[in-house]
Every structure is written in C-alpha cells, then in structure tokens.
C-alpha cells in the first residue's frame, strides 16, 4: 500500500524497503529558499553531530510550486525551483515522518514528483460573525499550510462587526466592532485585531507560503461601517451593529462622494498593511431598495449614464478596483455581485452562486474573466454534512458547469462563515475535513473515483491533524445516510433561513444537484 499523503501527489513511486526514521541532521548548505522548508521541519532536526537521516536539498528548473522528493538508503532528497516548492517537499516529508515514527517502522524508499493543478488554493475564514483572536487564525493558517493551501482569505468587514483598526476612520472599531447580543442572547460580543495584530499574521502566513487576502465587502453587509458613519448610508441612519444574521438593505450610498473618500481611505490602509496581490471587495448580497430612493444614487445614475442600480454596482466596484490597482493590486469580487455588463474585466470573480439556469459566472469566465471556484453546494463549510457531506466535496469538480474556457479558474477555495460557528471545536468540525477533500481537488485534481483510496488516506492523516491540534469531525459522520442527513438539515435549517437555504432546498427537492 502506497504511504497515505494527503494531498495526493502527482507521481509517487516506492521501491522495496526503508531506512531508519532518525533525527534529521541540520544540512550543511542548504540553499536560502530552503528557508521556509527548514523551519518547517525543525522539530524533526536533531542534535548536532548526532547519528541522524541526511537531508538535502537542491535546487532544479522547476515551476515555483513544485518538487521532487526523493528517499534513498543514503537519506532525503528534496529538489525544488523555489520557495514554495521546497517548502511543500517540506510538508510531504513532514507526514511521511509522522506516519512512519507513529508506525514505529521505517521511512520508505520512495521518489514524489509534484506539483500543483490550480495556482490558487485557498481558505476563507468569516472573522466578522464571530470574533476569534489572532491565536486561533494563526493556528487555522498553520493548518492551512499543511494542506499545502497558499491563500488565507480573511473575511474582516460585516453588518455584525468590523474586525479591522482603521487610523482614519477610528469609529469603525470604536463602535463598529461591538454588537450589543447575537440573536438575542443578551451577550455583548466584539473584538477587532490591531494593525500590529495584522501584521503579525500576514508574516506569520509568510512563512508559510500564504498569502493573506482581506475582505473588505462592499457596497453591502456594512451595518457595522455604518454604525459608526452614518452619514455614508442613503437614509443617514440611526444605524446599528446588527444582532441577527442575514441580508440588510442598508448598504454604502454610491451617489455620496464621501463613500469614495472613504473607499479611497480605508482600502488604501488594507493595501498597506497586505502586502499580498489581491484584496477581496465583496460585492454581495447587496439590495437595491435604497438605492432606487435615494436622490444622490439616483442622481449618480443619470450623471454616469448607468442603465439602472445593478450598473450603479458595477460602477462602484470598479471605482473600488481602480483604489486597488493603484496600490498595485487586484480585486476580487463575489459572483453575485456582477448583474451588469459593466463590471471591469480585469476583476476576479469567487464563483459561489449561480443566477439562474444559465449562470452568469460562466459566462464571465468563457468571455475570459478570471475565476476562483468555491461553490456554496459543495465548499461552503458552514453547512452541515447532511447537506454537503465529505464525499460530495470531494467529488466536485471545480470545472464547473458550462464553462467552456478552463483556463480561466485560477482555483478554488472554501469559506468557513461562522453565524452559527462560535469556538474551535465548531470551527473544526466544520472544517475538516471538507476543506482536506478541497485541498486535494486544489492541488491533484479531483480523484472521484478514488474516493475510497481517499478514505483510507485520511485516516493516516486524521492523526497528523490531531497532532496539530485539529479536532476533526468523526470519519463515521462526515457521509451520513438520508436520515440522519434530513435531520441535520432540518435543524440548520430551523435556525438560518437565509437566501442560500432557500435554493438549496429547492435543489434536493427537485433533484437538481
Ligand atoms: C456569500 O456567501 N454571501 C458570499
Ligand atoms: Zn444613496
């Protein structure tokens, strides 16, 4: 039986027998890309001049992400073009060590070549509904790079809090970052996470090749934004922090020009502080309804000659992509916020929602716009297993449904939003391990005929994540029967009746999956 990686490699190739699991010895010369790979194996290290496996590595003409892993009677080998790719050799030889010390057997004789399918492979965790400190992101992140993800997107603006300290606007925090209960539970809760804070995760995400993208989300979920500006709402408020869950018809004013100082603002502190390539503008579930009253937006529309409120959208994200690009970076939107032809092509759309039969996404995307996949029915996490269980994660295939131009997917992630996820023994049943069958679709493609053979390797793996500190959801639950599936469904469904819930109900009642 081949040794149980997680994700699994491109090429694996053992051969018959194995050397002794032993210290690793500190190599001598490693090359300054190696870095990252050294740290991440420094528990394994051993004392110096102690008897111990020899570690080497090389560097070859490979793509950034790749390597090549090769153990021989002589030691370990790992051969990579970059950073990146001698940093996921690491991890490899991080859970071949695990597996083999655990076993109490040898390291096998083996040679991995790998490299990953999608470029983008990401995490996204909802900061917002409920607050967790940075230990406890920066414990998902370190988890995240064990799956070899390479993007930790960080959902920090929402209509039940503000989790970003902002020097020019210092109310989004002073009253944005409170809410006075959550669904009337009579506890106050809040936090947000200093600027120090943020860079203390955007280095630590560093080091293990992750990038850090922030989420402002506009025009939308910005009760909290305007809680503590009212005057950047149509109507000017009283606003407040919400207290419940779901879709708000306040959103940011597009007619007002002190929205686009604001944007201008604090999208301008965000791309400051991430030094990363892109920033998430959000983009969804934003209701028109103030819009189509307000004097300002309207007058915005005829001004710009904008065919109506879902153009005055488009309008505005791209006013909010051009901030973005005048830091250097690129925007990403979700899909759902592009209704209008107008949107700027340049901008990346997250594809979790279809409109309709002919899903505008792929039309997006075959007319060239570039796409990450994280489809709700599939990789939201929040949702219990009796709906989206393991076995249908990780069949999904991310090439989605009428999408004629592969090419433009940059890759896929999975969004954790934490209504109804308040500690860490939540977080990770929820989590994992969903977002493992993700990161193995992300990385080598998904296998969906090999879903036993995935079966059995995690089960290798659930003791790694253990080690690490996960507590993953019981591998007898994450593919319940129909029963205990409806049962589940019908109390996630008791508590969040929401736009999603009711298109999903809809898609098992009818079959349509
Ligand atoms: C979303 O789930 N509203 C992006
Ligand atoms: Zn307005």
């Avoid at 597996?99 to 999608?118: Q, V």
């Avoid at 489809?375 to 709906?387: A, K, Q």
Wanted: aromatic share 10%.
């Amino acid at each position: 039986m081949d040794p149980a990686i997680i994700p699994k490699p491109r090429s694996l190739v053992t051969h018959t027998g194995s050397i002794p699991v032993r210290p690793i010895l500190r190599p001598a010369d490693a090359p300054v890309e190696a870095a990252a790979a050294l740290r991440a194996l420094e528990p394994a290290i051993g004392e110096e001049n102690s008897v111990g496996l020899s570690l080497e590595f090389l560097r070859g003409q490979c793509d950034p992400e790749s390597y090549r892993l090769v153990i021989g009677h002589d030691g370990v080998r790992l051969y990579a073009g970059d950073e990146p790719g001698f940093f996921y050799a690491a991890q490899t030889l991080r859970q071949l060590l695990f597996a083999a010390a655990r076993a109490g057997s040898g390291l096998p004789l083996l040679e991995i070549e790998d490299s990953p399918r999608f470029s983008y492979r990401g995490f996204m965790f909802d900061s917002c509904r409920h607050f967790f400190g940075i230990d406890e992101v920066k414990r998902l992140v370190d988890l995240a790079a064990a799956h070899k993800l390479n993007v930790f997107h960080w959902h920090l603006t929402e209509d039940q809090g503000w989790r970003i300290e902002s020097l020019l606007y210092p109310r989004l925090t002073e009253l944005g970052s409170r809410r006075g209960e959550t669904r009337g539970d009579g506890i106050p809760h809040g936090g947000f996470y200093s600027r120090d804070d943020v860079r203390e995760v955007v280095a630590y995400a560093a080091e293990r090749r992750i990038e850090v993208i922030p989420e402002f989300d506009l025009p939308g979920h910005v009760t909290a934004a305007l809680a503590a500006y009212p005057q950047l709402g149509c109507t000017g408020g009283p606003y407040e922090v919400a207290t419940r869950f779901g879709i708000w018809e306040d959103i940011l004013c597009a007619g007002n020009d002190d929205v686009l100082e604001f944007l201008r603002g604090v999208l301008g502190e965000i791309c400051e502080l991430f030094p990363g390539r892109y920033v998430h503008i959000g983009g969804d579930e934003a209701p028109k309804a103030r819009w189509r009253e307000c004097p300002r937006c309207q007058a915005r529309i005829r001004d710009e000659n904008l065919a109506g409120e879902e153009d005055l959208q488009a309008w505005l994200m791209n006013r909010a992509a051009e901030i973005v690009e005048s830091h250097g970076k690129t925007a990403i939107a979700w899909n759902d916020g592009i209704s209008s032809d107008h949107l700027a092509s340049g901008i990346v759309q997250q594809f979790w929602m279809e409109r309709g039969e002919a899903p505008r996404a792929a039309r997006e995307a075959n007319g060239g716009r570039r796409t990450i996949v994280s489809d709700y029915y599939h990789y939201y996490l929040d949702y219990p297993y009796g709906m989206t269980s393991l076995a249908k994660t990780y069949g999904y295939d991310p090439v989605f449904e009428g999408l004629e131009r592969p090419e433009s997917i940059l890759g896929v992630e999975a969004p954790l939003w934490t209504e109804y996820v308040a500690d860490r023994e939540s977080i990770d049943r929820q989590v994992f391990p969903r977002l493992t069958a993700m990161a193995e679709t992300g990385w080598s493609g998904p296998h969906a005929s090999a879903y036993a053979d995935f079966r059995r390797r995690l089960s290798h793996f659930y003791p790694y994540l253990e080690s690490m500190g996960a507590s993953p959801e019981a591998l007898g639950k994450v593919d319940p029967g129909p029963l205990a599936g409806r049962w589940q469904v019908a109390r996630f469904w008791g508590r969040a009746v929401d736009r999603k819930m009711i298109a999903t109900l809809w898609k098992m009642a009818t079959g349509r999956h």
